[in-house]
């Protein structure tokens, strides 16, 4: 079961998938990166995954195998795709936009203002 995750925030059954959209920056330079953030209660803002405009993805290993980034550019986003969702990926998830995210595993002010609220049942 997919289900695509909005501003409103969801709540998605273990095992099943979330797709996150965020609309586009606009790149400018080669280092340039858009992607999710995100942080679960007591836990730190951690990176989850960001894609260059070469194209280029980068996943934490929490979700490495487990998920995909991709531009639409029919819409003007940056979609991000988890299946087989656990527990741990109850976050509230964060759009993020910068120059060389990937190297930011963690960082606190990426988490700050409105994020979108995922929550995994079982």
């Known amino acids: 079961e997919e289900q695509d995750v909005d501003s409103g925030g969801g709540s998605v059954q273990a095992g099943g998938s979330l797709r996150l959209s965020c609309p586009g920056s606009g790149f400018i330079g080669n280092d340039d990166e858009q992607g999710w953030y995100r942080q679960a209660p007591g836990k730190p803002c951690e990176l989850v995954s960001v894609?260059?405009?070469?194209?280029?993805?980068y996943y934490a290993d929490a979700v490495k195998g487990r998920a995909t980034i991709s531009f639409d550019n029919s819409k003007n986003t940056v979609n991000l795709q988890i299946n087989n969702l656990n527990f741990d990926d109850t976050a509230a998830y964060y759009c993020?936009?910068?120059?060389?995210?990937?190297?930011?595993?963690?960082?606190?002010?990426?988490?700050r203002g409105q994020g979108t609220q995922v929550t995994v049942s079982s």
């Open positions: 894609i260059n405009i070469a194209g280029d993805p």
């Open positions: 993020a936009t910068g120059h060389l995210i990937r190297y930011r595993s963690v960082y606190e002010p990426a988490c």
